[in-house]
């Protein structure tokens, strides 16, 4: 058999085998990809049933094959994995990472330590400003002008700065 007759053979029963695979899946990437499956491998054996009237269901049953065979496949894949750990594999862990809660207590530990340091007026401001208040609310509280209560977060900032600076270095960003 020649080349020239087997595509020409493929290509009119590819069409019917579409139509089959739509009954597997309506994918139309999974329909082309059962039809290709099915044709690359029907190419094996194809001498002992070209020509023959049962060609058609013979493609059929590979394609069915295929598409069972990726089914069980699937679900395979899919009952093992586990999630959690598949989210740690994108991010580059092969296990999951452990927060490391010490590291933490000892950043807000110093932090509340250069808080006690502040004045007790500019640490109030600073504590109003941090739970949303805007400046014109807390100058009406404080009773002071706005400029004022800019004047004192901006210092309070600039002091936590320079008293947190260990931590700037190694977090970028967290300066303001």
Not at 12 to 31: G, R
Request: with cysteine; net charge positive; glycine share 2%.
């Amino acid at each position: 058999m020649e080349s020239r007759e087997l595509n020409l053979e493929l290509a009119k029963n590819q069409q019917i085998l579409k139509n089959i695979a739509f009954k597997f899946t309506k994918d139309p990437e999974e329909i082309e990809e059962l039809v290709q499956e099915a044709l690359v491998r029907s190419v094996k054996y194809i001498d002992k049933f070209f020509n023959n009237p049962k060609l058609v269901a013979w493609l059929y049953v590979i394609m069915k094959n295929v598409y069972i065979n990726n089914y069980r496949r699937s679900q395979k894949q899919y009952r093992f994995e586990d999630h959690q750990k598949a989210s740690y594999q994108v991010d580059g862990c092969s296990e999951p990472a452990v927060d490391n809660r010490a590291e933490g207590r000892f950043v807000m530990n110093d932090i509340q330590s250069a808080m006690k340091k502040l004045p007790k007026d500019y640490y109030d401001l600073f504590m109003r400003f941090m739970d949303g208040y805007k400046y014109r609310e807390l100058a009406e509280e404080f009773n002071m002008p706005e400029g004022t209560i800019k004047t004192r977060i901006h210092y309070t900032r600039k002091f936590l700065q320079k008293q947190l600076a260990v931590y700037s270095n190694k977090h970028k960003g967290w300066a303001a």
